[in-house]
């Protein structure tokens, strides 16, 4: 797996070839933006699919709630003792900020005191942990809307915080497929367990039609000095990171995700501990053998930064 470092568990990159930006990450020039004030004509580009050979499975999602499940995977247990409540809660059909509401109404505590590890779609069945200060009122008291249900309490000494999480565990059922569609999908399956999974950033960050990111790098060009609602003001900031991130993994691509290059960050595969390559050769058998994952840039002050080759393509994604 290809995953991402910063303040969470990590990734890295570099490449021989120079790509352009056009190539990378399209985006319109900044003397056309004058006529696009909210931004919106600058979209990301997905890095390319790993199985861009393959044929595709075929079908669709299915209509039901119940057929896009997302469970979130904590990065540890919540101790049963602290200041915090932790709650995991199902939701169904809303978004993980009208749940944060929702909470917020009924547990008499301001949105910003509640805690959560990361946003969870709104169209599906999802289960996520949140935290809320101690003086909230108690889980068992709240009213809830029927979207939504408690399904485990507990009390922890933090709160908790975006990027808590190992990740997210999806069950998607696929209906109309063509025939053939189980060997289909057992191929693009066995073509990730050989080669990895690039951890690419999606909709679900850039927004449906792509334009979070035009909106973001509007309101970053005004100096961030336009006001935001809370939410809004998280999720531009990690919107620019999450396209810097996809750039770089693109860049990444070109090089072959089956081998470690000098002065990159790798992360290990037991402790989540990351380190910089200093014998390629060394950690590419180790990559090979699973024990370490080639990680990639959620750019800012607390990233681990890479030596050598790979700060020079991160300057190439920024340029």
């Known amino acids: 797996m290809v995953g991402r470092y910063c303040p969470r568990p990590a990734k890295e990159a570099t490449m021989n070839q120079e790509v352009g930006d056009a190539e990378v990450g399209a985006c319109v020039p900044n003397a056309e933006r004058a006529h696009d004030p909210n931004g919106t004509a600058c979209r990301p580009e997905a890095p390319p699919f790993v199985t861009a050979d393959l044929p595709g499975v075929g079908g669709r999602i299915g209509d039901a709630l119940e057929d896009f499940r997302v469970d979130e995977i904590p990065a540890y247990t919540p101790s049963g003792s602290g200041e915090h409540w932790y709650v995991r809660v199902e939701k169904r059909g809303v978004t993980t900020p009208d749940l944060v509401r929702a909470i917020a109404r009924t547990a008499g505590v301001a949105e910003r005191d509640i805690g959560y590890a990361g946003l969870k779609d709104r169209h599906g069945v999802t289960t996520q942990w949140l935290s809320l200060p101690a003086r909230a009122k108690a889980p068992e008291l709240w009213e809830l809307p029927n979207e939504a249900r408690v399904l485990d309490v507990s009390r922890h000494g933090n709160k908790l915080r975006t990027g808590h999480l190992l990740g997210n565990r999806f069950r998607i059922v696929l209906v109309d497929v063509p025939p053939g569609g189980e060997q289909r999908a057992q191929a ?55 396209e810097i991130f996809n750039r770089y993994l693109t860049l990444r691509g070109a090089e072959g995700f089956d081998r470690t290059l000098p002065g990159e960050v790798v992360r290990l595969e037991g402790s989540q501990a990351t380190f910089v390559v200093e014998d390629a050769e060394r950690e590419t058998r180790r990559l090979l053998e699973r024990d370490i994952h080639l990680t990639g840039p959620i750019w800012g002050p607390k990233m681990r930064k890479p030596r050598g080759r790979p700060p020079r393509t991160g300057e190439r994604v920024l340029a």
């Not at 792509?210 to 609602?229: E, I």
């Open 188 to 242: 693009v399956v066995a073509r990730l367990a050989e080669r990895g999974l690039p951890n690419a950033f999606g909709a679900q960050r850039f927004g449906r039609d792509g334009d979070n990111l035009g909106r973001a790098l509007a309101w970053l060009s005004g100096g961030g000095r336009a006001r935001l609602s809370a939410f809004l003001y998280k999720l531009y900031p990690s919107v620019v990171q999450a």
